[in-house]
């Protein structure tokens, strides 16, 4: 398997720095069946961390209603996925809107197209659901949108970036025309190198909104090449593959630590670097994300219990 390739190579190093400036803020994602296993978190998030609620096909949008409600009062700013292929119609969009608003105060919003085989109903992408309109006349103030720092075959299957890159554009021009505060939050990537491409590719072409880098928290290595792969994942596959040749770290939890210092660092050289927030996937557990932050981030990883006591 191509993939456990374990001819031995000389693997870069990164010097860590400093990283409370780039962690400050960040958020982290929850599913309703996964926030269920935290008692509380004031416990384990710093006060005000936006916690996004992943909407996979076939939860009940009572199950997201009710986690965003528990978020909010907890001192939290829930921020629930719309998923455009899951959503039957425009009413079922707006029964969701009015539902999150109503009973758990919810005002922000991640649009994305879903990762599933197909479309349900009206909607296939998160541009027909900004079209809408029905998210401006609900209230909402933040709409955040998928980024691919490596493509996504789901969206162009030649492997291209046409299709991305000319949503991304789109998603520019609706944010300059509507009073909208937008963002682009990322799948997860594990290479320093192509995040800082692609970042500066978007400035480039014109796109100036701020980008939420995906990063995955503590997992081990097996869950990480699995999810890697589940969403398409490509060149970063190689950072894992380099830590499957190392022995010494193959049993080891992979931690973050040296793809955040080096955005970091990179951060710290070019303060216009368009990567404002990190976004983290707790693909090992958000317990063990949550304290990976705590003990690296520093005051700004210090959860609110913590903070309040």
Known sequence: MALLNFKRREEPTVAHGDLEPFLSGYSIEVMPRTAEKVEDFRAILPRGTRVYIAHLDGTPIEDMVATAKRIRAEGFDPMPHFPARIIADEATLGDWIARYQGEAGVDQALLLAGGIGGQKGEFHSSMQLLETGLFDKAGFTRLHVAGHPEGSKDIDPDGSRTNVDA??????EFSERTDAEMAIVTQFAFDAGPIIDWASDLRAAGIGLPVHIGIAGPAKLQTLIKFAIACGVGPSLKVLQRRAMDVSKLLL???????????????????????????????????????????????????????QG
């Open 167 to 172: 949503a991304l554009k789109w998603k520019q």
């Open 253 to 307: 939890p992979y931690e973050p630590t040296d793809v955040l210092s080096a955005l970091a660092a990179h951060k710290a050289a070019h303060p216009d670097f368009a990567i404002d927030q990190v976004h983290i996937f707790p693909l090992g557990g958000i317990k063990s994300a949550t304290q990976w932050v705590t003990d690296n981030a520093g005051a700004a990883g210090r959860p609110a219990a913590i903070s």
